[in-house]
T-cell receptor
Framework: DAKTTQPPSMDCAEGRAANLPCNHS???????VYWYRQIHSQGPQYIIH???NNETNEMASLIITEDRKSSTLILPHATLRDTAVYYC??????????FGAGTRLFVKA | AAGVIQSPRHLIKEKRETATLKCYPI?????VYWYQQGPGQDPQFLIS???????DKGSIPDRFSAQQFSDYHSELNMSSLELGDSALYFC??????????????FGPGTRLLVL
C-alpha cells in the first residue's frame, strides 16, 4: 500500500468547512483512498472512500486530484463532535491495513 | 444496524497472566482483523482471518495467538502478559475479503490493563 502523508494537526471553527489534505504521491492505479476517523479511544469509524472520482456521502466529500497524488476530505459544516484523529489510507486490499499518523482535527466553538 | 461486538470491554490482568479477547463480526461478514493501539499511538495491525483461515499477520508477538471459529467470531489469546501489552485492542470486520475496495467496520475495543 502507498504511504500517505497528512499534517499532524489542524484547527477549524465550528460551522465552517474542515478541509483535511492527504498526500499519496506513490499511489498505484488500483489503490483506493480510504478515510477513517477515531474519536477519543473509540473504534475507528469509516467515513468515505474513492478511486479517482470525487465522492460524497452524508458525512463528507472526498476530492481526489486528477493525477491521484493527493486528496482532500471535506467536512462541510464541522461540529464539536467532529474533533477526532482522521486517517487517510491508500488501500490495495490484501487483508492488512496500515494506519499512518493521521491528522488531529480540533473543532473550536 | 448491527455492529461489531467485542468482549470484554475492559480487562485488568496481572503480569504473566493470560487474557482472551472476543470479537463478534457484523452478521454475514467473513473477514476479521485485530489491531492494537498503545497509549498515544496509532492502531497497529496484528492479524486477520478470512473464512476461518489466517490471511495475514502483522507485528503480533509470539505470545499472542488468534483464531476464527465456524460462526466467524474470533478470539485473541494473549499469554505471559507484559506491562507493555496494556493497550486498546480493536477488532474490525468486512464482507468483501482482500480486494482493494473493502470497508472495515470497527468494534468499540477492549481496554486491557496489565498490572
Amino acid at each position: 500500500d502507498a504511504k500517505t502523508t497528512q499534517p499532524p494537526s489542524m484547527d477549524c471553527a465550528e460551522g465552517r468547512a474542515a478541509n483535511l489534505p492527504c498526500n499519496h504521491s506513490t499511489i498505484s492505479g488500483n489503490e483506493y483512498v480510504y478515510w477513517y476517523r477515531q474519536i477519543h479511544s473509540q473504534g475507528p469509524q469509516y467515513i468515505i472512500h474513492g478511486l479517482k472520482n470525487n465522492e460524497t456521502n452524508e458525512m463528507a466529500s472526498l476530492i481526489i486530484t486528477e493525477d491521484r497524488k493527493s486528496s482532500t476530505l471535506i467536512l462541510p459544516h464541522a461540529t464539536l463532535r467532529d474533533t477526532a484523529v482522521y486517517y487517510c489510507i491508500a488501500y490495495t486490499g490484501g487483508f492488512k491495513t496500515i494506519f499512518g499518523a493521521g491528522t488531529r482535527l480540533f473543532v473550536k466553538a | 444496524a448491527a455492529g461489531v461486538i467485542q468482549s470484554p470491554r475492559h480487562l485488568i490482568k496481572e503480569k504473566r497472566e493470560t487474557a482472551t479477547l472476543k470479537c463478534y463480526p457484523i452478521p454475514r461478514h467473513d473477514t476479521v482483523y485485530w489491531y492494537q493501539q498503545g497509549p498515544g499511538q496509532d492502531p497497529q495491525f496484528l492479524i486477520s482471518f478470512y473464512e476461518k483461515m489466517q490471511s495475514d499477520k502483522g507485528s503480533i508477538p509470539d505470545r499472542f495467538s488468534a483464531q476464527q471459529f465456524s460462526d466467524y467470531h474470533s478470539e485473541l489469546n494473549m499469554s505471559s502478559l507484559e506491562l507493555g501489552d496494556s493497550a486498546l485492542y480493536f477488532c474490525a470486520s468486512s464482507s468483501v475479503a482482500g480486494v482493494a475496495e473493502e470497508t472495515q467496520y470497527f468494534g468499540p475495543g477492549t481496554r486491557l490493563l496489565v498490572l
